[in-house]
């Protein structure tokens, strides 16, 4: 094995592993947020969790971008070829 | 492993390759036409159970593209419409056996923002002209025509990324936990996976009419500010 695909895989998992952090503390924000709203006005809670699951759903892809990096990094790379 | 990233033609049409995500994207899209034509030819006043459901479906598709566009849903209905119901359709068509989501190959993803992106233009295009479009590019003031422009690409991108990137993960982890533990082992991932499907087809459609929107919007002021503004 030459270095290049060594960084490659390294580098994958790195990406994939500090991308993730983000992401999952803006999730846990979001959530805590929503909850909060939800106690103070259980009558709202249909529109704040239909809107909560599209915000997760945008936060998360954060997380996605770096997983297709990463991906990217493994099977499709340009300097290996 | 198999690269997620590269599709495998199955058999090839003269000298174009098919791959499996075009045959199953040409079976949803019989499967769709041939049912909405079947459904809507015999539409009655007082409408049977099957008409009555498919009327709910239409009647809360109008809902949100009001909610979201604050515009009359009629020009746009069958556009994201017919996004949101292919998009969710192809995303859980994992469920039959051996049929992998076409929206899980990055082409058809591609043909899907290409498809947004020129509805945008011709949604602007046909609400204020050629020259009314292109002046909402110099929208807060002409410094921001180059951003602007950028923006138009790289959202139209990172719908792509989007979509592609959460169905893909979705078969590409199942497909490792199913290589690794197993059997029944990934069916809690799978239920996983369908909600990500609903949800991301849901969010595809609310992001064209978002920026359907703010194409249309943009230029209501400017072309017919006072005709528009006097009706209540």
Same mark, same amino acid.
């Given at each position: 094995?030459?270095?290049?695909a060594f960084a490659s895989i390294i580098s994958a998992a790195?990406?994939?592993?500090?991308?993730?952090?983000?992401?999952?503390?803006?999730?846990?924000?979001?959530?805590?947020?929503?909850?909060?709203?939800?106690?103070?006005?259980?009558?709202?809670?249909?529109?704040?969790?239909?809107?909560?699951?599209?915000?997760?759903?945008?936060?998360?892809?954060?997380?996605?971008?770096?997983?297709?990096?990463?991906?990217?990094l493994l099977?499709?790379?340009?300097?290996?070829? | 492993?198999?690269?997620?990233?590269?599709?495998?033609?199955?058999?090839?049409?003269?000298?174009?390759?098919?791959?499996?995500?075009?045959? $199953?994207?040409?079976?949803?899209?019989?499967?769709?036409?041939?049912?909405?034509? =079947?459904?809507?030819?015999?539409?009655?006043?007082?409408?049977?159970?099957?008409?009555?459901?498919?009327?709910?479906?239409?009647? $809360?598709?109008?809902?949100?593209?009001?909610?979201?566009?604050?515009?009359?849903?009629?020009?746009?209905?069958?556009?994201?419409?017919?996004?949101?119901?292919?998009?969710?359709?192809?995303?859980?068509?994992?469920?039959?056996?051996?049929?992998?989501?076409?929206?899980?190959?990055?082409? $058809?993803?591609?043909?899907?923002?290409?498809?947004?992106?020129?509805?945008?233009?011709?949604?602007?295009?046909?609400?204020?002209?050629?020259? %009314?479009? =292109?002046?909402?590019?110099?929208?807060?003031?002409?410094?921001?025509?180059?951003?602007?422009?950028?923006?138009?690409?790289?959202?139209?991108?990172?719908?792509?990324?989007?979509?592609?990137?959460?169905?893909?993960?979705?078969?590409?982890?199942? %497909?490792?936990?199913?290589?690794?533990? %197993? =059997?029944?082992?990934?069916?809690?991932?799978?239920?996983?996976?369908?909600?990500? %499907?609903?949800?991301?087809?849901?969010?595809?459609?609310?992001?064209?009419?978002?920026?359907?929107?703010?194409?249309?919007?943009?230029?209501?002021?400017?072309?017919?500010?006072?005709?528009?503004?006097?009706?209540?």
């Amino acid at each position: 094995m030459n270095w290049l695909a060594f960084a490659s895989i390294i580098s994958a998992a790195i990406a994939v592993s500090f991308g993730a952090i983000g992401p999952a503390l803006g999730e846990g924000r979001a959530v805590a947020a929503a909850m909060d709203a939800i106690a103070r006005q259980p009558e709202a809670a249909n529109v704040i969790s239909r809107t909560l699951f599209v915000g997760l759903a945008m936060i998360e892809t954060m997380a996605i971008y770096c997983l297709v990096i990463a991906l990217l990094l493994l099977f499709a790379n340009p300097l290996l070829k | 492993m198999t690269s997620p990233l590269t599709s495998v033609a199955l058999f090839y049409l003269g000298p174009v390759p098919i791959t499996a995500g075009v045959v $199953t994207t040409w079976v949803i899209m019989a499967v769709l036409v041939i049912g909405g034509i =079947l459904v809507s030819r015999r539409l009655s006043l007082v409408p049977s159970k099957t008409q009555a459901f498919f009327e709910l479906i239409v009647d $809360t598709v109008d809902g949100q593209i009001r909610d979201t566009m604050r515009l009359e849903p009629t020009p746009y209905r069958a556009f994201v419409g017919t996004l949101f119901i292919f998009i969710f359709v192809a995303n859980w068509s994992s469920l039959i056996p051996g049929v992998e989501p076409p929206t899980a190959h990055i082409e $058809t993803d591609a043909a899907l923002a290409l498809l947004v992106f020129i509805a945008v233009i011709w949604f602007g295009v046909r609400a204020g002209g050629i020259r %009314g479009y =292109l002046s909402t590019f110099a929208s807060p003031n002409p410094i921001m025509i180059p951003l602007n422009f950028i923006e138009s690409l790289t959202r139209t991108f990172s719908l792509l990324v989007r979509l592609f990137g959460n169905v893909m993960s979705g078969v590409f982890v199942i %497909g490792i936990v199913l290589s690794l533990a %197993g =059997l029944l082992v990934p069916i809690p991932l799978m239920a996983l996976d369908l909600l990500t %499907g609903a949800v991301q087809a849901y969010i595809f459609a609310i992001l064209a009419m978002v920026f359907i929107a703010g194409a249309v919007g943009e230029i209501k002021p400017a072309s017919n500010t006072l005709s528009q503004r006097r009706s209540p």
